[in-house]
């Protein structure tokens, strides 16, 4: 028998199984990015309550989350990396069931320190070799955004998943930059292993098809366009 344990959503309390008993719903419920979703859940049912007529929690969203049930689990060494959550809920207006309602909810690599500038400088140094203060780096998803949301999510509705994206500027030597070029970076205990190449900034998006690279390099171009970097 699937395990059973509650998510606390303000004043209501959803049920929460795991779908085989090796999943720990008690290490599960206490996942801070579970929290942090269950957070932002109440806070969208009471947003639709104080609209409605009766204030009721929940009452006027346009879904309604019945149960949670905890698909597996991923790990970060000992700590939990990714839960894998299929949500049971339904449009209130229809009484439909909502599709497509399996995401991930993901720890980040911060080991809850959230320092985003400190954790990308010294990325930065351990896979390029180049030291950086980290508060010369630029957080360009706060420029963008400020507080309205967390970063930019790479997977909208199917993982909860978002990234700080930075932008820095380093002067340097010509003698300096060439002692780059062919360098092997990364932390070979982390099994990485990273060959460094020099790229002019204007042909980089033929050179690198990433993701998260391309939404840097959108993100630079606008914010310069708005004259909000400082460099």
């Known amino acids: 028998m699937a395990a059973k344990h509650a998510l606390k959503i303000g004043a ?66 000992k700590r939990i990396g990714f839960v894998n959550l299929s949500v049971d ?18 720890a980040g690599m911060l080991d809850g320190s959230g320092d985003f500038a400190g954790k990308c400088a010294e990325e930065i140094e351990e896979e390029c070799g180049i030291t950086m203060d980290h508060e010369s780096l630029v957080d360009m998803t706060q420029l963008a955004y400020g507080d309205k949301w967390d970063g930019m999510y790479p997977s909208v509705g199917g993982c909860d998943e978002y990234l700080r994206l930075f932008a ?21 205990e982390h099994g990485e292993s990273i ?14 098809p990433d993701a998260k690279f391309l939404s840097c390099l959108g993100l630079y171009y606008s914010l310069k366009a708005d004259g909000k970097l400082p460099f």
Not at 89 to 106: L, N, S
């Open 89 to 106: 809920a339904e449009i209130v207006e229809t009484g439909q069931k909502a599709p497509g309602y399996i995401f991930m909810v993901p």
């Open 12 to 77: 209501r309390t959803i049920p929460m199984v795991a779908a085989h008993e090796k999943i720990p719903l008690d290490l599960v419920a206490e996942f801070k990015p579970l929290q942090d979703w269950a957070k932002k859940l109440r806070q969208e049912e009471e947003t639709y309550a104080s609209k409605s007529a009766s204030g009721k929690p929940g009452e006027g969203a346009p879904v309604r989350v019945n149960k949670v049930e905890v698909k597996n689990v991923d790990y970060f060494g």
């Open 195 to 208: 060959t460094l190449s020099l790229v002019e900034l204007k042909d980089a998006y033929k050179k690198i």
């Open 168 to 188: 820095c500027c380093k002067d340097m030597s010509w003698d300096e930059l060439q002692a780059l070029e062919g360098r092997l970076g990364g932390l070979q």
